[in-house]
């Protein structure tokens, strides 16, 4: 569990105390910001796991409806012409979750909304929360990212001015003439023996203290010593000005500098400024330079090309003369560090001498990049020409996590081209967002660290396993978990297969990620989500769950274990796309046949029913999950089994649905369409390898995708009152079908596009009508902002902005097809396409970063821009990669 949600737990659940963004951030030392969103995600992952567990007060910042007249009706005070513009009154307010959606009613627009505080019970009185703010301001914490001189010292209050005596005509004098020695810069003449012990005065005294001090009203003041002789001031000697002196006492006036050198503060500005001049013609162009004849010019610096030896590799530093102008260069050098046998870095030394030395480099720090997750909850500069203004949501170049020249060009090619700056640029951040943030390791196969790596794991190992890991990898994210999902990977990087032929390294990057994911389903097919690869050097992590699975799997490897059919149906898809665009068969390799193997056993397996056929006994199946939560679509009943199914159907069970959702009926109809285009797919390409081997695997595969989609239109169409024969989104066999779709890929909406039907297929046209309104599909949702096929996985009031972006693919009228991209570009506020929105608010959303859904808006403004340019493009001529 992460350092801060232990914390509030601790602090909230454990203690019952009310925590709120200032004072967690003052706790753990963060940024306000970064307070914030930690008490939203608190907010968020304990409600998951235990609704009602936690409540939140929400402050919220914009223009209220009418707000003057439910103050008080002031405005029947100000005359027509003050309200001319109609200025929006600004207005703040707390309220708690339970009266939010009341609050935000009237609201005309919400400019912030934040969670303020958390808390274990409901926030009744928010009197309450004054008590917070009391303890925050007198909390002597430090302020978090405040830079803390730790050598200032802090000066001691000067005490209340004595009552002076009057001093005696010897002892003025002698201040008299001790006061015009200072002014002349000239020591005082030492005290006599009979007089008391005197500080010596200092070298030069300051000019504006001998214009006002008064010596006829002072008190004899004793000289200090030097700076370098002498400690810190004190009030002991540190005169008070007071406004009874005595005025009848001739001040001394300071005289005339006239020691040799001596400059006035008018000519060391201009000295100053000359210098300045003198060293902006230095660094100018040679033919640009003035020639001084009062100095030489400085010695030109050394350039190299390539350090013969590490030793010699140098930083150079510009030092100045006392008078400003340059002098030369000089060298700084760090000894040089090396990995012993122990592994510890040690400086290379010889004979007890350091003798390898490098230079002080300036690369880039990639630690000093931001954390997307975070840096995309903000919005970044420069922003859009559109109406929406929306930001450039892409992290620097040097932050990237992969490089692409083909990408960048096409970017350029579309955007260049779009009529709506606004759609530019949310494509030009969602296009790239997977390359830009996902791809967190990569290799080429070919570097000698990663195969030191493997040799190093083969030699801690029993047995060796030809080809693991080995040839290009690549892991890739789904966004703000490390963990890599079969499926969203596979669509994350569908966009870029077309440019798999034109750029070689976006060839190794799939082709890699296809290696990587043969590598999981080698491990562990029934698994959805896995761990960085062990050559990759990146921490596991764990999901925090308490699950128990068969077949058992290693942590280390799976990150979470749901037996999902469209995950190994994504694997398939990414070789067979691969194919289709390079018509490489590279991937072909002993690895990727083994991981092929295993996906056709577990469809023996899964395609098993729940009671034998002939005995009528119950079967265990080979898959189940158990998972301890308050959450029905996150376990499997009946001890993790699942509802029965029927025999003899021709479909295979999925426990899981793409939304990792339990699914009710076992037999999901989405996953078994696109199952069986997949096998069908991946058995050609099999054939045209010439292995006899192949040959047999590729039957194997074509016998699979044909009984799966015979029993998808024998047992997955029914008839449905109103619509006619529509496909159902799962059924058990023995005559149970739900109705309803989901937004993940694949969906019933999504059927042409895996490429099981048409689009002007009849079953699938009176499906399409079902599940796009309210009354045949209960999972259509429908607000004042926002609109779209939802799911479980969020809740009642969240859509999915994939599923606007599935039905503009699947659309022949451009009306439609505006119409979705409008609302999905309108709930974009960020410049980047959320997981779901809520219908009500559009500002209300869940991940600020989502890739898989940026990877699917970039795939439809593609898609568009060869199907119906004239939505996208001002001149209407198609464009395709």
């Not at 007060?57 to 027509?80: C, F, H, K, P, W």
């Not at 029934?526 to 992590?541: E, H, K, R, T, W």
């Not at 023996?604 to 199946?621: G, I, K, L």
Request: proline letters at 7%.
């Amino acid at each position: 569990m992460d350092t801060y949600l232990k914390h509030l737990s601790e602090t909230v659940l454990a203690e019952d105390k009310v925590v709120d963004y200032r004072l967690l951030s003052q706790s753990l030392q963060v940024p306000l910001n970064t307070a914030k969103q930690m008490l939203y995600e608190f907010h968020r992952s304990q409600n998951a796991k235990r609704p009602g567990s936690v409540h939140a007060t929400y402050l919220i910042y914009g223009v209220r409806y009418n707000y003057s007249s439910q103050n008080g009706g002031d405005e029947e005070m100000l005359d027509a012409d003050s309200l001319a513009d109609d200025v929006p009154v600004y207005d703040l307010c707390l309220c708690t979750e339970e009266r939010l959606r009341d609050v935000l009613e009237e609201y005309e627009e919400v400019k912030t909304i934040h969670v303020y505080s958390v808390s274990a019970r409901a926030t009744k009185d928010m009197g309450l929360l004054a008590d917070l703010a009391q303890e925050v301001s007198s909390s002597e914490q430090k302020v978090p990212h405040t830079i803390v001189n730790p050598n200032v010292r802090k000066r001691a209050r000067k005490a209340a001015p004595k009552v002076k005596e009057e001093p005696k005509p010897v002892e003025q004098k002698k201040a008299v003439e001790e006061k015009k020695a200072v002014v002349k810069n000239e020591r005082p003449e030492k005290a006599t023996s009979a007089a008391p012990a005197k500080k010596p005065a200092p070298a030069k005294a300051s000019g504006i203290m001998a214009a006002f001090s008064k010596a006829a009203s002072l008190p004899k003041k004793e000289p200090k010593t030097s700076k370098a002789a002498s400690p810190a001031v004190t009030e002991t000697n540190t005169p008070a000005l007071s406004d009874e002196d005595d005025d009848e006492e001739e001040i001394p006036q300071p005289k005339p500098r006239t020691k040799p050198g001596f400059k006035t503060k008018k000519q060391r500005e201009e000295d100053l400024r000359r210098m300045m001049e003198e060293d902006d013609e230095e660094e100018a162009p040679a033919s640009e330079r003035a020639e001084s004849p009062e100095e030489p010019e400085p010695e030109p610096m050394e350039v190299e090309e390539a350090a013969p030896e590490p030793a010699k590799e140098e930083k150079e530093v510009v030092e100045t003369t006392g008078n400003g102008r340059r002098r030369g260069k000089r060298r700084i050098m760090r000894k040089k560090q090396i990995m012993d046998e122990q592994g510890y870095l040690v400086s290379a030394t010889f004979g007890g001498h350091d003798t390898n030395q490098e230079p002080l480099t300036h690369k880039f720090d990639k630690s000093a990049c931001p954390d997307y997750t975070h840096y995309s909850t903000y919005p970044h500069g420069p922003f859009s020409k559109g109406p929406l203004e929306l930001p450039f949501q892409r992290p620097d170049p040097r932050c990237r996590t992969f490089q692409s020249d083909a990408i960048e060009r096409v970017i350029k090619d579309v955007t260049s081209r779009m009529k709506d700056p606004d759609l530019a640029r949310l494509f030009e951040n969602a296009f790239p967002s997977t390359t830009d943030t996902t791809v967190r390791f990569h290799t080429d196969g070919k570097d000698e660290k990663i195969k030191k790596k493997l040799r190093e794991r083969e030699r801690g190992r029993s047995y060796r396993d030809d080809g693991e890991w080995e040839g290009p990898q690549s892991f890739i994210i789904t966004g703000d978990i490390i963990a890599e999902w079969l499926r969203d990977s596979t669509n994350q990087l569908k966009p870029y297969q077309p440019l798999a032929l034109k750029d070689p390294a976006i060839f190794t990057l799939i082709l890699g990620a296809i290696n990587t994911q043969s590598e999981y389903v080698i491990q562990s097919p029934y698994c959805n989500a896995f761990q960085p690869p062990p050559i990759s050097g990146l921490p596991v992590s764990m999901n925090g769950q308490d699950d128990t699975v068969h077949p058992i799997y290693e942590p280390n490897v799976v990150f979470e274990c749901k037996y999902e059919l469209d995950s190994l149906a994504h694997f398939l898809a990414l070789g067979n796309e691969f194919h289709k665009h390079t018509k490489s068969n590279e991937f072909i390799n002993p690895r990727w046949r083994k991981a092929v193997r295993n996906v056709l056993r577990v469809l023996e397996s899964q395609s098993q029913p729940t009671f034998d056929p002939v005995t009528a006994n119950y079967r265990q199946n080979e898959y189940t999950f158990q998972r301890h939560t308050n959450i029905g679509t996150e376990t499997l009943n009946l001890q993790g089994v699942g509802n029965p199914l029927n025999n003899g159907t021709g479909l295979v069970r999925s426990a899981f649905r793409p939304s990792d959702d339990a699914t009710i009926f076992g037999f999901f109809i989405p996953a078994n369409a696109q199952m069986s285009v997949e096998l069908k797919r991946t058995a050609a390409i099999l054939r045209s390898t010439g292995d006899s081997s192949d040959k047999l695997l590729a039957e194997e595969m074509e016998t699979y995708s044909e009984r799966m989609r015979e029993g998808i239109f024998e047992h997955g169409v029914v008839n449905h009152r109103k619509y006619g024969r529509v496909f159902a989104y799962e059924v058990d066999g023995y005559g149970s079908a739900l109705m309803m779709d989901d937004a993940n890929y694949p969906s019933l909406l999504a059927l042409p596009l895996m490429g099981f039907v048409e689009r002007d297929d009849e079953v699938y046209r009176n499906t399409r009508r079902m599940l796009l309104e309210k009354e045949g599909n209960p999972y259509y949702l429908k607000g004042k902002d926002f609109r779209g096929i939802g799911g479980p996985h969020i809740g009642l009031q969240n859509a999915w902005p994939m599923s606007l972006l599935v039905q503009a693919q699947t659309s022949e009228d451009e009306e439609e097809i505006g119409g979705c991209l409008e609302l999905v570009l309108r709930s974009s506020r960020l410049g980047l396409v959320h997981e779901s929105v809520d219908v009500n608010w559009a500002t209300s959303y869940t991940r600020s970063w989502f890739a898989w859904a940026n990877g699917v808006f970039a795939e439809t403004v593609l898609d568009l821009a060869r199907r119906k340019p004239g939505v996208v493009f001002e001149d209407g001529r198609p464009y395709e990669i």
